[in-house]
């Protein structure tokens, strides 16, 4: 049996094929552009339903990999962990959870403590739809109407006007059924949409599948002068 080779895109191409997503092409027409096939665009875009991943990145208050670095040298040469902390200008608190969560004393590794970081960092937080199942039931609920998210969302504010814990918005709406990894509103409810696809489509793509044999910046026909047609003497 013959398997297809796995593609791998670097980070700058997934980068330029979210621009193209957002601007409205569709997945055939970035697929040309890498010389690739939908489905393999397709396998970019699906595990967040089509909706961009925020870029990862360090919180001001987080440890450095240099900073993780020095810890390391300074457990080493059994340096206390009071010693360490007012090298580094940092709680020695800080520094004992730092230590305590990866390893011990004994067991440190800067490189696995950075690591471990990106990946508490990079778990997906829990939305307001999973932390107020009221909210939630409500929400499916006018789904099951064929309710919009922004219809939703407008909804609720004005029944709730005093009451923070039932406003969402449309946005969060659209994240909890399009990325199921959230586990907040079961994938059924897609379908309750006017438009149900399997990933998300930008608000700027258009009915026509591949974006060819489209004029750009074409003059409807009524806006256009009239032309003077003159007879031969």
Known sequence: MKYRTRTYYSPKQKAEMWDRWKRGESLSSIGRVFNRESSSVFSVFSPTGGIRPLPRKRSRLALTLA????????????????????????????????????????????????????????????????????????????????????????????????????????????RSLFIQARGVLKKELQQCLKSPRAIRRSRHATTN????????NAVSIRKRPATCHVGKG
Request: some cysteine.
């Open 209 to 216: 599948k591949d974006g060819r044999g489209q004029i750009p």
């Open 67 to 174: 900073e993780r670095e020095e810890i390391s040298r300074g457990l080493s040469r059994e340096l206390s962990l009071r010693t360490i902390a007012e090298k580094l200008c940092r709680s020695p608190s800080t520094i004992s959870r730092e230590v305590n969560r990866n390893g011990g004393y004994d067991h440190y590794r800067a490189s696995d403590a950075e690591q471990a970081a990106w990946d508490r960092a990079h778990r997906p937080k829990p939305c307001k739809l999973s932390l107020y199942p009221a909210l939630r039931r409500l929400v499916a609920t006018k789904l099951q109407s064929q309710w919009s998210p922004e219809q939703i969302a407008g909804w609720l504010k004005r029944e709730y006007p005093g009451k923070d814990s039932y406003h969402v918005s449309h946005e969060t709406i659209y």
